[in-house]
């Protein structure tokens, strides 16, 4: 399998030769030049698996440069119930009549995105090792990719991180499961600004080869495609549980902000998995779903990016979404390059309503949308509650109420939990007056001593203060 850029650069490369990269050199996305196609004896072979013998399956059609024995250890050694709380690691429970929750917060950090960044720190560790470099990693949170790549390169061999985070914006919760870290190569800098201005500084970064080669420069953010790949495996597994033995189509139902976690979707769409909608559930930032209802694609400003609770969705600027556009538009490196880097950067925003391929996005991919309020949330998490007395958080909230919008007849509807509710207490407790429950090792941690830096929405300072801690 190799590699191509979204905005046209060809040039071949491996899976490990990307792994540590982040951004191409031409600024895009690393996308495979195809899809594996699983058909239906294969999904009859892989029922069943464990978690992460599945995994394995999934990733080796796309990982050609790691020894079979070698992926297969990572991923036996990646998800265990030790990790994860149970065998299961992702387990499915029916709401009501056709709508499921599949359960993706059980990792150390209680969110999804340990699903993928567990996985990443030991394949990191595992290429490092192999190469006997070093790695500094250079990420955007807006609440919980940040202590999920955190916790997962702590104590990690040739690897240290500098995560930007908008400060002031996460939940108290998500700062204290940050900011309380005192590893010595786990390095925190909370940027005055939005999370896009963090996201915007990573790429700034990353776009400056010099520095990114001088300072191995890499990032764990959703812009890294092997982070996508970890989950998609989780796509399979939902569809595997909501079926049972007689197949059929599913429909997933996604929080999304930055696009990485529907877009896993649309990876396992286009290799053959049976999903007849994946479905765009966004907050107040609506960027997304605009773009789905009106083929528009228009930037917010950090003036118009509302605070809101559920503050990981708070992104007016989804990385993800060039490498489904790069797809809708036929694969054409020119066109989404025109679309991302020139239309985006001079004016902020793409019009494809009178494109032909805007039709396709529904109609050939599957994608719907809806939007949830904060008024929404409250009444999810309350309904959730009183009727099935199942506590959810703030985005899988957002996820249900659009979720119920789309449902269609004999179609299971799956919606992605995001988080666990003690990560946004301060909603759970405005919608049903109590605190939600909080895991015994995270008792008392947001009084625990902090180490973070400040700075402003600057690239350049960004650059320097990885200089001197790389010395």
């Known amino acids: 399998m190799r590699y191509l850029s979204t905005r046209g650069d060809a040039t071949p490369r491996r899976f490990c030769e990307i792994l540590l990269e982040g951004l191409a050199p031409d600024g895009g996305l690393y996308m495979p030049e195809r899809y594996p196609q699983v058909d239906a004896a294969t999904l009859s072979t892989w029922r069943g698996l464990p978690y992460h013998e599945l995994a394995f399956e999934i990733l080796s059609l796309y990982i050609d440069d790691i020894p079979a024995d070698d992926l297969r250890a990572l991923c036996a050694k990646t998800y265990t119930a030790e990790v994860f709380g149970s065998e299961d690691i992702t387990p499915l429970r029916e709401l009501e009549d056709g709508v499921y929750l599949e359960g993706l917060s059980n990792g150390p950090t209680l969110a999804f995105k340990d699903m993928a960044m567990q996985l990443l720190g030991n394949l990191f560790e595992y290429e490092l090792g192999r190469r006997g470099e070093v790695l500094n990693i250079l990420g955007a949170t807006s609440g919980d990719t940040g202590s999920a790549a955190e916790y997962a390169m702590r104590g990690k061999q040739g690897v240290r991180v500098f995560m930007t985070s908008p400060d002031g914006r996460m939940s108290p919760f998500q700062q204290a499961q940050m900011f309380s870290l005192q590893d010595a190569n786990i390095h925190n800098i909370a940027i005055a600004g939005v999370f896009d201005d963090c996201q915007d500084i990573v790429k700034a970064v990353s776009s400056d080869l010099a520095f990114k080669r001088k300072y191995r420069i890499g990032t764990v953010n959703s812009i890294n495609w092997a982070r996508l790949l970890a989950q998609v495996v989780y796509y399979f597994k939902g569809w595997f549980e909501a079926t049972g033995p ?23 769409r286009m290799m ?14 609506d960027v997304l779903d605009e773009f789905f209802r009106t083929g528009v694609y228009r930037v917010r400003g950090a003036a118009d990016t509302h605070e809101t609770s559920s503050p990981s969705m708070d992104i007016s600027k989804a990385s993800n979404f060039e490498r489904f556009v790069f797809d809708l538009v036929g694969r054409d490196g020119a066109r989404t390059r025109a679309l991302f880097a020139d239309e985006v950067g001079r004016t902020g925003r793409f019009d494809l309503s009178g494109d032909p391929a805007f039709a396709d996005a529904a109609a050939k991919f ?10 929404d949330r409250l009444a999810t ?38 988080a666990l509710p003690i990560k946004f207490a ?7 007056g109590r605190e939600p429950d909080r895991p015994a090792k995270f008792e008392g941690i947001e009084q625990l001593p902090r180490r973070v830096v400040r700075m402003p929405a600057d690239a350049e300072a960004v650059k320097r203060y990885i200089a001197e801690h790389c010395a």
């Open 246 to 268: 007689q197949g059929g189509a599913v429909s997933f139902t996604v929080p999304s902000g930055n696009f990485g976690n529907v877009c896993a979707g649309h990876v396992a």
């Open 272 to 285: 053959g998995l049976p999903i007849r909608r994946l479905v765009v559930a966004t907050n107040e930032n």
């Open 366 to 375: 599957g994608f719907a949308s809806g939007r949830s309020t904060h008024a």
């Open 381 to 418: 998490i309350r309904d959730t509650d009183k009727r099935f007395a199942v506590l959810v958080d703030t985005h899988t909230a957002d996820g249900l109420k659009v979720a119920r919008e789309h449902r269609e007849p004999g179609v299971p509807m799956v919606v992605l939990e995001t």
């Open 426 to 432: 301060a909603t759970i407790v405005e919608a049903l």
